[in-house]
């Protein structure tokens, strides 16, 4: 049978296999598959995914390695706040393949001090790519279009929040997060980063090689400790490890 996702106008998510499934549930329980199909209905703001589909792209699905919700089949109380939401993220690059990392601001509500690659929620209609960039902008003030050089979705991964459940305890956020590479065709060193200081309070440039170091706990240099390893490391800080799962997946 086919499984599909949709995006609702209120960009929240619903799984359908049949009827509808809120979070609560492991994505890779329900498709018991990581290579899977997908189809974005922009207009119609439904994203589909199936096992397998004839014409459509496929993609890797990854989460993490102790999803709180695997084998589990959590019921919500409100199923008005518990729909599966949908983000996009960018895993932004200069023509050297410095990628731009963020921390985000330690008065967050959910990863607080995690450092990420850019990005955020998706609303109803709208189309992936351009949504994607709008979020790099607003979070860095990097107007990305103009400088583009190749942009291409690379990964899925479901992320859920808290990352450990007590039981019965239902989670607070369920994500299917969409990572691209968004790559300009110039240095770093020409681009001007202005944070939006409410969101993120801090960012780095960092070399492919130093963010496989880094990911791995293999770097040495000490302005980059606080930083390596998964959310939450030793300082209370690291990256989260969706994004140390998609970066690694494309580029180890």
């Known amino acids: 049978m086919r499984q599909l996702l949709k995006l609702q106008k209120s960009y929240g998510v619903d799984i359908l296999r049949g009827k509808t499934l809120y979070a609560g549930k492991c994505m890779l329980d329900l498709f018991d598959n990581n290579l899977i199909s997908y189809q974005y209905r922009q207009h119609e703001a439904q994203l589909n995914l199936s096992l397998q589909e004839q014409g459509w792209s496929q993609?890797?699905?990854?989460?993490?390695?102790?999803?709180?919700c695997q084998n589990k089949d959590l019921k919500p109380l409100d199923q008005n706040y518990s729909k599966i939401k949908l983000a996009t993220v960018a895993m932004l690059c200069d023509r050297d393949y410095n990628f731009l990392l963020t921390r985000r601001?330690?008065?967050?509500k959910t990863f607080p001090k995690s450092w990420v690659f850019p990005g955020g929620?998706?609303?109803?209609?709208?189309?992936?790519?351009?949504?994607?960039?709008?979020?790099?902008?607003?979070?860095?003030g990097l107007?990305?279009?103009?400088i583009l050089d190749k942009m291409e979705l690379k990964v899925m991964y479901e992320s859920i929040y808290p990352t450990k459940l007590e039981d019965n305890q239902y989670p607070i956020k369920q994500t299917l997060c969409m990572f691209y590479e968004v790559k300009i065709n110039q240095s770093y060193q020409n681009v001007t980063v202005k944070m939006q200081e409410y969101e993120v309070d801090d960012y780095k440039w960092v070399s492919k090689k130093q963010m496989l170091q880094i990911m791995n706990e293999q770097t040495k240099d000490h302005s980059f400790l606080e930083i390596a390893g998964i959310y939450p490391n030793s300082y209370g800080s690291g990256i989260g490890e969706g994004h140390v799962k998609a970066f690694l997946h494309c580029y180890a």
């Not at 993609?59 to 709180?68: A, K, Q």
């Not at 601001?105 to 967050?108: E, K, L, R, V, Y």
């Not at 107007?143 to 103009?146: E, S, Y």
């Open 59 to 68: 993609i890797h699905l990854l989460h993490s390695n102790c999803c709180p």
């Open 105 to 108: 601001h330690s008065q967050m």
């Open 121 to 140: 929620m998706v609303e109803g209609q709208q189309n992936l790519e351009s949504e994607c960039l709008r979020e790099v902008q607003e979070e860095t």
């Open 143 to 146: 107007d990305v279009l103009p």
